[in-house]
């Protein structure tokens, strides 16, 4: 599997180093989508999707198998701070309301 960058930093090799690379980086939270908002349990915070903005994403591809195909996001609540990650596969293994979703998150560059 290879991650692609869309940034200057390195890429990492797998989704499991994007996760902890995004981890030392502040990226405290494991979101995930429930009715249409991200929900991080430990911090007990909810966001909109579509109110999330991407400030760092990685793309995985299988070079063999599509089932591979994981987006790894950097997201933050503009209203709280709150930064977490959010893993989703792409592809023929996408769930459709997640891809929905994920489609219309902004990218923050700064």
Do not use: K, N
Request: aromatic share 6%; with cysteine.
């Amino acid at each position: 599997m290879s991650g692609h960058r869309v940034s200057d930093e390195p890429a990492p090799d797998t989704v499991t180093e994007a996760v902890a690379l995004l981890r030392a980086d502040g990226y405290t939270a494991d979101y995930e989508l429930v009715d249409g908002l991200l929900r991080a349990e430990l911090e007990l915070t909810t966001c909109a999707i579509d109110e999330a903005l991407v400030e760092r994403l990685y793309r995985f591809e299988g070079p063999s198998d599509p089932g591979d195909e994981m987006i790894v996001f950097g997201l933050v609540d503009p209203a709280t701070g709150t930064r977490g990650t959010l893993a989703a596969a792409f592809g023929h293994s996408a769930d459709p309301e997640l891809h929905e979703h994920l489609t219309g998150l902004r990218r923050r560059f700064g």
